[in-house]
């Protein structure tokens, strides 16, 4: 059933990002990005188009900070779109797109799936300085998992399973449901990316930065890299692509969790 989910999942995912591949590239046909208010959300209006998804749906966003940061996104675009380089417009298609059909739930189910086989706690014992290399780095994040949300796991090595105390699921479910389902959709693409639950939960509640995050979940191909050297054309490249979108993911998670409306401010000075 899980390999069934993942496979429904993942074809979801790979429908969104190759329509967006298919949008990038064209001719910027605007002027300037702009935001306007629109039934309690927000709308990015390019010069006097509706911002909408590829599949033509209107993109309307929750809190006016995202609407400013994805105005920002469309603003720097320069004579040919490049939506590689607007993570959180392609966050927001993704929000959009999978609200109708996939559940806030099911999302959150997804994410948990990782942690069964979380980077973190699937381990390689040999040779002993990998081993010794994982758990000085992983351990800590271990720790915090367990301290933090009160529940027990036991790290792997070989084809064992890492243990998992029966209250781990539902915990940690209701903290990730206890966010909006915007929130939920970077949770899950970071999640998907790092290949770690645990990564993603230490980064939102800032325990450590987005560098450090990426750097734990390659934490072998680093090591690998510090014996064998570094493909400076596939390795930087990789690791430059892998922070922009955990970095983008979790300011999409912090945009659409905060409510902080400019234009009320604005009017609030007006009155001083």
């Not at 993911?249 to 409306?261: H, Y």
Request: aromatic share 10%; charged share 25%.
């Amino acid at each position: 059933m899980f390999s069934i989910f993942r496979i429904q999942r993942c074809s979801k995912v790979c429908c969104i990002w190759s329509q967006v591949k298919h949008f990038s590239g064209k001719e910027k046909f605007y002027k300037e990005a702009r935001i306007c208010h629109s039934d309690g959300g927000f709308e990015i209006n390019l010069d006097n188009r509706k911002l909408r998804t590829p599949n033509g749906n209107i993109v309307k966003l929750p809190t006016e900070s995202l609407a400013q940061a994805v105005s920002v996104e469309w603003n720097n675009q320069n004579k040919v779109l490049k939506l590689d380089q607007m993570p959180l417009t392609t966050l927001c298609f993704s929000a959009v797109e999978n609200k109708p059909t996939i559940s806030a739930k099911t999302l959150v189910s997804s994410c948990f799936n990782y942690l069964h086989t979380d980077t973190i706690l699937c381990r390689i014992n040999e040779p002993p300085e990998l081993e010794k290399f994982q758990s000085e780095r992983w351990d800590p994040m271990v720790n915090w998992l367990m301290k933090r949300h009160s529940i027990q796991v036991t790290p792997s090595s070989g084809f064992a399973m890492p243990v998992i105390s029966e209250n781990a699921e539902p915990v940690l479910s209701r903290y990730l449901l206890s966010y909006n389902y915007w929130s939920i959709i970077g949770f899950e693409r970071m999640v998907s990316s790092l290949k770690s639950l645990i990564v993603p939960l230490a980064l939102v509640d800032r325990e450590i930065s987005v560098e450090e995050a990426v750097s734990l979940s390659r934490l072998e191909l680093e090591y690998q890299i510090s014996k064998w050297g570094n493909i400076a054309w596939h390795h930087d490249i990789e690791l430059a692509e892998s922070r922009m979108k955990t970095a983008a993911a979790v300011m999409f998670i912090q945009l659409c969790s905060e409510d902080s409306k400019t234009e009320r401010y604005r009017e609030a000075l007006k009155s001083l």
